[in-house]
């Protein structure tokens, strides 16, 4: 490291984040990065001191000696040294760490915090530096030693009782029930049928569509076909239906508020396939600053990423409105300032995710992003722009015709003004498009010129998808913004639950270890409970609780179901499967084993023989390459499903898409199934032929 003789010390976490503030602080401050945490609790011991106010054992994180050793040899040359690390719980606890590992005073005014790493802001908050919030710290260190103490000591009973390599803690079992707790209920569905009829109507030369909906004035639903027939039997063919009633009214869309970390984390699985984790990461990136070139240099792009407030700055609020203005005209500016109501028990502590400035757009910036990068920043920013923007304004028409009393009802719609819609879409806006009725007015006739009944079944709840789990986890009140993606990793690395598609599914390890939390441990897995705990943590960080009589409060009747766990839990046999054939190495019978990534082939006589095979899926079609081995489904690194041949390595055949047991009809190259928007097609692979799939 360069000398910093006569020069302030700045600690952050990371070197991107490092490098940018250097440059706009100058030469005057040294700035380093910690490499986050610096202390933590012992990976080999529980490291809390329950008889004497659960303190805790913090030591240096191995590893991080020579960072350590720098910081310190940086700190005794230096000026003064300032702490600049993120600005929440985590943050204001990792600066502390340092703190007490440099030996700086505890009241010293060296903590600097800012929202957003652009020039002004940062200049602006080394002009006010602080202490270090001993209220966030305690906040923090509670969560820590919480988390330590449900971990610590229900992991090694499930080492005991079931395999080794399990973990538990309050929010990921939450998590785990709330997954299983849905796949119960859509176990216990029983679809109930129901009929609608859809039919096209003309009045003069213009035709449109209306669906069935009462008799007599009265909402009514068919059940079966029985009913449909009823109906149909009381229309008159010859007879023109009456048009009672057209209501025409202007609606208004407001645009949603700017993104918090769970909307966000929301809105990046569903349009960009993001995991929550992935979208962390690059918000990350945003947030610590890219290199826009010479004229700005390395700027950071995005507020701070794990807030749970949509409130915004007047400054931003003011930027916004002159972009607009300047973009595209008053008529889309909105005139009076917006008031977005955060999520009950959100802490309101940072500025919605927003970008620094509204005047970098996406497009000036595509050449310089990565293609991640570009998009997330891109739903970002006109996020926020659309939230500054005007309602939508739709003109919307209800037309209720009847004959014989049958009442059907069409419905029209057609957007009169896009106002935020210029800008942003979201994934509900996206599906609806213009439903235009012709002019029709009260006592008109219209014709009936086709019936369409269609019978449907209810359908069960849809399973998790990262998407709405976060949603599910922050309307429960159960962990904050920075715990969701940990979280959500967590189970599927324990192999709790796994992904089928998009959407979670229980494996039968998850739903042992549930059961087990459910029986002995019920207040773990008690969502009022936890969420009441979140919001007590919450206290701490305001300097309304004491920390030390919050985790007494938690971790006494702990205790006790603790003890009797330990007692009264009888080991979990996970048994073998027979495999149905025998070992090619020995002739011994094959079983199917669980293990940490799910279920695999293994030698019945192990350890004697160690012999295992992965189970695959066979999709019945014939090696379209080499014509012996069969195509077989396979998953890669990174989790994403393909195809490859039984045969591999001595067959190399591979696809991303299915293969199908039909042969091209123009070129006799294999077919393949495909997704694409709106539907599946079987498409050649050479690109000359295609056909859509029926549903």
Known sequence: MPSTKQKNLVIVESP???KTIEKYLGRNYHVVASLGHVRDLPKSQMGVDIEHDYEPKYISIRGKGPVIKDLKKEAKKAKRVYLAADPDREGEAIAWHVSHLLGLEDDGKNRVVFNEITKDTVKQAFKSPRSIDMNLVDAQQARRVLDRLVGYSISPILWAKVKKGLSAGRVQ???????????????????????????????????????????????????????????????????????DKVTKKERKRMPAAPFTTSSLQQEANKRLNFKTRKTMMIAQQLYEGINLGRK???????????????????????EASKFIHEEFGEPFAIVKERKDKNQEGAQDAHEAIRPSSVFRTPASLKEILSRDQFRLYSLIWSRFVASQMT???????????????????ANGSKIKFEGYRKVYQSTSDTSKKDNILPELNEGDDAQLQTNDPAQHFTQPPARFTEASLVKALEENGVGRPSTYAPTID????RYYVKLNGKSFEPTELGEIVDNLIQDYFPDIVNIDFTAHLEDELDEIEEGKEDWVKVVDHYYKPFAKELESAEDTIEKVQIKDEPAGMDCDICGAPMVIKMGRYGKFYACSRFPDCRNTKPIVKEIGVVCPKCKKGQVIE??????????????????????????????????????????????????????DYEEDIQK
């Open 16 to 18: 991107s984040k490092a």
């Open 296 to 318: 700005e240099g390395t700027v950071g792009l995005i507020t701070y990423m794990r807030t749970d407030s949509k409130r915004i700055s007047k400054v931003a609020e003011a």
């Open 173 to 243: 079992s939450i998590a785990l029930k709330l997954v299983i707790e849905r796949e119960n209920d859509i176990k216990k569905f029983i679809p109930e049928e129901y009929w609608t009829i859809e039919s096209v109507f003309k009045h003069n030369k213009d035709k449109f569509k209306a669906n069935f909906y009462g008799l007599n004035g009265k909402k009514a639903e068919l059940k079966d076909n029985a009913q449909v027939q009823e109906v149909l039997g009381k229309i008159d063919k010859k007879k023109d239906f009456n048009i």
């Open 490 to 493: 967590t189970i599927q690395r």
């Open 391 to 409: 309602p939508a304004v739709f003109d919307t028409m209800t037309v209720d015709l009847s004959q014989n009393g049958v009442m059907f009802r």
């Open 634 to 687: 396979r998953k890669s690194k990174k989790n994403r499903i393909f195809f490859g041949c039984s045969r591999y390595p001595d067959c190399d055949f591979v696809s991303w898409d299915k293969p199908i047991n039909r042969d091209c009809p123009k070129d006799g190259h294999y077919l393949v199934e495909k997704k694409v928007k709106g539907g599946r097609q079987v498409i050649c692979p050479n690109g």
